[in-house]
Every structure is written in structure tokens, then in C-alpha cells.
């Protein structure tokens, strides 16, 4: 008899520990698929950034230290989603900024305006670097000193905005000349990593 006992008390505690742990699978399944928020600033600036947070992944950010006048932010952009995505915009409360390229013209290789976004295709990486593509801070209010960490703003054509912070180093590399004419400026000879 204490046999079948234990064997009763021990089919129901299963059947309530089974019922239990479905309950908790269950729970965890609907939080997770009606989640509606939008991602926190720190997800959307994680380098992973997921097909979920709806935007890119940034890894390496990174600001060119300069004490007055314009400087420049860089990192690589990842979009893990597919379609393609356009940064229309930047933003960052130490100055105004745009969207700019290098490209030759007349021999010489210029620094001017993005015309119609940086695109980054869908399933593929864009790199923002001295001498490319990348993020014009047009008249910084203060300096932006090396170990400086700045707040930038994406916004694209669909009207989404994502942040990230990127960290300001020393470069001493394109020499871009970030001067008003700075269309005209020549570019020499190039190293694409800031100094540690």
C-alpha cells in the first residue's frame, strides 16, 4: 500500500510542475512577441544593433579630436535587414552637421555634401572614413578633446532616428582641411585609423 500511495501523490505534483512550466513558457512567449516599445538608445547604438531595433548596427565609432571649426565622426554602419537604408540627416549638440563624401574632381580629390543620403544596402556594411564617406560637424561650439564622448542622431528616409555615442581620438591622417571652401581641398596621401 505506501507504494501506491507515493505513486498517487507523485502523478499529480508532475501533472501541477508540468502545468506550471507551460504556464511560464507561455508567459515568457507572449511578452516577448507583443513587445511594441521602441528600442532603448543603448540597444539601437550596440554595435549588433538586431533586424528588431529596426535600423543599423554601429561598430567603431569614432570623432576626430579638434579643438575649433569642423571635424568629422566615422564608424561602419551594418544593415543586417533587408531593404536598404538611408541616413538623410545627423545630429549632435555640439554643432550643425551633414551628410559628406570625398570625390575627385578636376584632378583634385574634394570634400563635398552627400546628395540624396548615405545608403547602406540591405544585407551589406558602409564605412564612414577620413578620406569617404562621413559625418560633418560643420562649427563645433567647443572643442572636442581626445576621450570625449559625443551623442549623434541618425535620421533616416523613413523618418526613424537612431542615437549612438562615438568616442573622440587623435587623428593626424587625411589632413582634410575642414575650412569654409572645404570643397576645394586637396586631399594627400592617407592613414584610416585614428591614433590610440
Not at 70 to 89: E, H, P, Q, R, S
Amino acid at each position: 500500500m505506501p507504494s501506491t500511495t507515493s505513486g498517487r501523490l507523485r502523478r499529480p505534483a508532475a501533472l501541477i510542475g508540468a502545468a506550471l512550466l507551460a504556464a511560464s513558457v507561455a508567459a515568457c512567449g507572449s511578452a516577448d512577441g507583443s513587445t511594441t516599445a521602441a528600442p532603448s538608445a543603448t540597444a539601437s547604438a550596440s554595435a549588433s544593433a538586431s533586424a528588431a531595433a529596426g535600423v543599423l548596427g554601429i561598430s567603431d565609432p569614432w570623432v576626430k579630436a579638434a579643438d575649433k571649426g569642423m571635424t568629422a565622426a566615422f564608424g561602419t554602419l551594418v544593415n543586417d535587414g533587408d531593404a536598404d537604408v538611408t541616413i538623410t540627416k545627423a545630429a549632435t549638440e555640439v554643432s550643425p552637421m551633414e551628410l559628406h563624401e570625398m570625390t575627385m574632381k578636376d584632378g583634385k580629390m574634394v570634400m563635398q555634401p552627400k546628395e540624396g543620403g548615405i545608403v547602406v544596402k540591405a544585407h551589406s556594411r558602409a564605412t564612414l572614413e577620413p578620406g569617404g564617406d562621413h559625418l560633418m560637424l560643420m562649427n563645433i561650439a567647443k572643442p572636442v578633446q581626445a576621450g570625449d564622448e559625443l551623442s549623434f542622431t541618425l535620421t533616416f528616409a523613413d523618418g526613424r532616428t537612431q542615437t549612438f555615442t562615438a568616442v573622440a581620438k587623435p587623428f593626424t591622417g587625411a589632413q582634410e582641411s575642414y575650412a569654409p571652401g572645404h570643397g576645394d581641398s586637396p586631399m594627400p596621401e592617407m592613414s584610416m585609423s585614428p591614433t590610440a
